[in-house]
């Protein structure tokens, strides 16, 4: 039993983790022991987010890049690679929303969210995957929704295609990198108090709404996510392969 769960050793990148669910997840990776590479489009504030895990005696180096730049992604793994000598855990975690009614969608905001939260992972998974194949080892843990499987929102076409997308991507490269020793899973969290979704919780009818219908009654705290990413990255989900884990307080379960 004793290290099952340990990343000691480990380096990890967590995309889009200066804040909300990426930052929670990049804290309880280095906190179980992994380098955790930050990443964000700000470098100041990816800066601040290295110092903070350093100050509690955690490893972390960061990698400001823009997940939708392919060859900023690329060369920001190949550093790491460089540094550390290895990459073991990708969390795709970067992700936007756009909400509009269908009618009104503006195509550039369906291509601007695809990108981010479909083209980025399945680039980040392609380059990541290289050194992982080269070390017989690897995680690749897509953050995608409960949006993304069986059930949808109005106005958030982009987002639910996108996440639904994230989801069978995770099931291809499942099948397509197990015989290297890599696993790949997603992560469907429900409903997380983050900035994202700060102008939905303001709303009180929303707010009420989401509480009820979800049987732990409350939304989530962002360190929530960590036990179930932890998991999945670690030794005691060697055999844990193409599977979607909800994290949602029994959403979508419920009638
Ligand atoms: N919160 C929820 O309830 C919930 C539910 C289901 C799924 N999710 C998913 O969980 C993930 C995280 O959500 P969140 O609520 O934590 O979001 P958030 O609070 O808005 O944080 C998003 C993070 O992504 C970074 N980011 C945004 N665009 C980026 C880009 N193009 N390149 C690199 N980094 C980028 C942001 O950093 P910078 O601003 O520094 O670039 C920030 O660190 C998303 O994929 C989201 O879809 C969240």
Redesign the pocket.
Same mark, same amino acid.
């Given at each position: 039993m004793e290290g099952l769960f340990s990343l000691a050793g480990r380096v990890a990148l967590v995309?889009?983790?200066?804040?909300?669910?990426?930052?929670a997840m990049a804290e309880g990776l280095a906190r179980a022991g992994a380098h955790v590479v930050i990443?964000?489009?700000?470098a100041d504030? #990816?800066a601040a987010r290295v110092k903070e895990l350093a100050g509690w005696g955690c490893t972390a180096s960061g990698a400001s890049?823009?997940?939708?730049d392919a060859a900023e992604g690329k060369a920001a793994i190949e550093r790491i690679v460089a540094e550390r000598g290895r990459l073991d855990v990708l969390v795709n975690?970067?992700?936007?929303?756009h909400r509009a009614p269908l009618l009104e969608f503006p195509e550039a905001d369906w291509r601007r969210v695809l990108d981010?939260?479909l083209t980025?992972p399945f680039r980040l998974a392609q380059a990541a995957s290289g050194p992982m194949i080269a070390n017989r080892w690897g995680r690749i843990i897509n953050?995608?929704?409960? #949006?993304g499987a069986n059930i949808a929102r109005p106005t958030t076409p982009a987002?639910t295609a996108a996440?639904g997308g994230l989801t069978a991507l995770t099931r291809a490269l499942a099948v397509e990198l197990a015989p290297h020793g890599i696993t790949c899973n997603a992560v469907?969290?429900?409903?997380?108090?983050?900035?994202?979704?700060a102008p939905l919780r303001a709303r009180a009818d929303f707010n009420a709404q989401i509480c009820a219908r979800t049987p732990l009654g409350r939304?989530?705290e962002?360190s929530e996510i960590i036990g179930p990413v932890v998991f999945l990255a670690s030794d005691a989900a060697s055999f844990v392969t193409g599977h979607c884990l909800t994290v949602d307080g029994g959403m979508v379960v419920a009638l």
């Open positions: 995309t889009g983790s200066t804040r909300g669910l990426g930052w990443n964000g489009t700000g504030r #990816v890049f823009d997940v939708t975690n970067a992700g936007i929303s981010v939260d980025a953050i995608a929704s409960i #949006v987002y996440k469907a969290p429900g409903y997380f108090a983050t900035e994202l979704n939304w989530a962002p």
